[in-house]
């Protein structure tokens, strides 16, 4: 049952969404999700870990100064410094909630390295350390009784009042609702859904970026997709990731002439960030050429019990990976850009916070280093419920969700898939201006509500924002590579933020008349 007080409500039921209502309690919460709790979110999905500076040879200085590097002369100082800090508490409290991180006989932790990283800093639970976090999360969860979960919903919206956030529209089935809060905090994840290519669970399309952009909420960083290197290429969708730890253990990738064409690429070689290995295979295969990813000699036999997601969807496809090499292509993976929010996950609108993959900390900068994001989002989701838990509480009783209508979504014009196969195709690995263009002209009819219900509405206006700013970012940084533009751009890297009536009003200023007028609508 629905509590008719809900002064706070938190939209997603990934690791930000699950850590942000645990934080708040006793203060009421209602957790609203897409599919059942701890199901169909990239938290769960996630094969790497949890990057912490507890070796005795590392620190949280050196933590920071691989994300530093990683991130291309984007990240915040600050926000970088206080998460690399944070990392070895917050492993100490998920090793308290019961999440058994790998360890040796003695108890020590067997740490992992990734690429970008120096050291061995990555906390594993064999290869499926999100879903280990996210259960361990969920179980807290139930155990709150100042939460209250309402599945099977999609937000559609945000309401304002007076110019803040004051609840959210949404459809379970087929009826609509009208959720009233004090206080609402995004975390519905990324938008790799948008790409044909991803690894991403295929709901995660940008909805929360999508309503925040309209609620007039500051955006950054919007062009910085991150492309998984190593997705397997066997024909699923989404794709299985083969996780870059097991380059951490030694495998390598090789074209198929047997090549192992990162050698001289970068000074890691195929543990070099994921940007730089992810154009390097693009390149590969635009040739003509396959990738492979090879652990028979790093692994071999001990491949099955070392990383047991990966074998068994290699072996779904009929694929030994202990005896045979792994094809591998490029897959849409992080979003490193979002809602814009300060150090308490407080976004520009009042009453709106933001934690997780939809936001923008600014820690990841322009490629994020790889295993910060499930800390950060255990960070900043505990950041945001102290920040809310600490304002005075509202003095309005609020409503249970009110159904406000019954009628059946709008038609689509188009379809999710034509939109996917766009984004794969104009705003990948590797842009330049002319495919840029097109996608601009072609997304912004749709953002604008042409032909499109609000499933498609808000997946379109995710798929502008991140073209009109790639298209506006004429260099080469981090995850954002333009053809026409291979470098760093001189003076002042930051670009500012972005809004949805920027995103139209630069789509209509590139457009054909038409398209132009359709985008100013």
Do not use: K
Request: proline letters at 6%; hydrophobic letters at 45%.
């Amino acid at each position: 049952m629905i509590p008719a007080r809900t002064p706070v409500v938190v939209v997603g039921a990934g690791l930000g969404g699950l850590a942000t209502a645990i934080e708040l309690a006793p203060r009421p919460v209602l957790l609203v999700t897409r599919a059942r709790l701890g199901e169909d979110v990239a938290s769960a999905w996630a094969q790497g870990g949890l990057a912490a500076a507890v070796g005795d040879d590392d620190s949280p200085g050196e933590h920071a100064a691989d994300t530093h590097a990683a991130g291309d002369g984007l990240c915040d100082p600050a926000v970088v410094t206080l998460v690399t800090e944070a990392a070895p508490a917050c492993v100490e409290r998920l090793r308290r909630l019961g999440v058994g991180f790998d360890a040796d006989a003695d108890g020590r932790p067997l740490l992992g390295r990734e690429g970008g990283h120096h050291r061995r800093r990555i906390l594993h639970v064999r290869d499926a350390t999100g879903a280990a976090i996210t259960r361990a999360l969920v179980a807290e969860l139930r155990r709150t009784p100042s939460v209250t979960v309402l599945e099977g919903v999609d937000v559609e919206d945000l309401l304002l009042r007076d110019g803040a956030v004051a609840g959210l529209t949404a459809r379970r089935g087929a009826e609509r609702l009208r959720i009233s809060a004090s206080a609402v905090v995004l975390a519905t994840g990324g938008l790799g859904g948008l790409y044909a290519r991803t690894s991403n669970p295929l709901g995660a399309r940008g909805d929360g970026l999508a309503m925040a952009a309209r609620a007039g909420a500051q955006l950054a960083d919007l062009e910085f997709v991150q492309f998984h290197p190593t997705a397997l290429d066997l024909g699923a969708d989404p794709m299985p990731l083969a996780t870059e730890a097991l380059r951490g253990e030694g495998a390598v990738l090789v074209n198929s002439l047997g090549e192992r064409f990162m050698q001289g690429l970068h000074p890691l070689a195929d543990l070099a960030p994921r940007d730089v290995v992810a154009r390097a295979i693009f390149r590969e295969r635009a040739a003509g050429r396959g990738v492979f990813l090879d652990a028979r000699e790093a692994l071999g036999d001990r491949f099955a019990g070392r990383f047991p997601t990966v074998y068994a969807a290699c072996r779904q496809a009929g694929l030994d990976p202990a005896t045979q090499p792994m094809p591998v292509a490029p897959a849409a993976h992080y979003h490193m850009g979002g809602i814009a929010v300060d150090e308490t996950a407080r976004s520009s609108v009042p009453g709106l916070w933001a934690v997780g993959e939809v936001a923008a900390t600014g820690l990841h900068g322009a490629n994020r280093l790889a295993s910060n994001s499930l800390l950060e989002a255990l960070v900043f989701g505990e950041r945001a419920a102290r920040d809310i838990a600490a304002r005075a509480a509202s003095s309005a009783t609020l409503a249970p969700p009110a159904v406000a209508d019954r009628r059946p979504a709008a038609e689509d014009a188009y379809t999710l898939d034509w939109l996917r196969r766009t984004m794969d195709a104009e705003v990948g690995v590797e842009r330049d201006a002319a495919g840029l263009g097109r996608a601009v002209a072609a997304l912004a009819p749709l953002a604008a509500g042409e032909g499109a219900g609000p499933v498609l509405r808000n997946a379109a206006t995710a798929a502008l924002l991140v073209a009109t700013a790639a298209l506006a970012r004429e260099e080469s940084r981090g995850g954002h590579f333009r053809r026409d533009h291979p470098a760093h751009a001189p003076g002042p890297a930051r670009r500012g933020h972005l809004t949805l009536r920027e995103a139209f009003d630069r789509a209509a200023a590139m457009s054909p008349p038409p398209m132009a007028r359709a985008a100013a609508g």
